[in-house]
């Protein structure tokens, strides 16, 4: 099973994080909770690197249905998605969300198998919207 739902795309990372939480917001996705990785790391460790961001995405209606079936679940919520600058071209950057289908794995919960088709449908939505507006 793979880790994530991702995407390289040829802009600078500025414009991957402003597009990235557009392709989300279209499928109903807000953002809970941002993470700037580089600057922890550089004020807590004085380590640099890349632009690395982690945005706690959620959809409502989706996170209400999963709780339903476990309330535990959301040690596994939200929606993780990191938008970072790609090591290996620096004028890429990588948009990679959290695959949902891991959540059903990790808890054993078959009954949150429908949750997690449809979470990951919007999310590879959200990847395939950002491969469109960056291809032209």
Known sequence: ??????????????????????????????????????????????????????????????????????????????CNVVVRTDPTNRSNSIVEAMNPDLMVEVSGEAELAPVATDASAKLSAAIAALEAIAST
């Open 1 to 78: 099973m793979s880790l994530s739902i991702s995407t390289v795309l040829n802009l600078p990372f500025d414009d991957a994080v402003a597009r990235t939480r557009a392709a989300l917001a279209d499928q109903g996705f807000g953002i809970l909770t941002e993470i700037n990785v580089k600057d922890t790391l550089k004020t807590k460790l004085d380590v640099d690197m890349e632009n690395y961001l982690i945005l706690g995405a959620c959809n409502p209606p989706l996170a209400h249905r999963a709780l339903g079936v476990n309330r535990q679940i959301g040690l596994l919520l939200p």
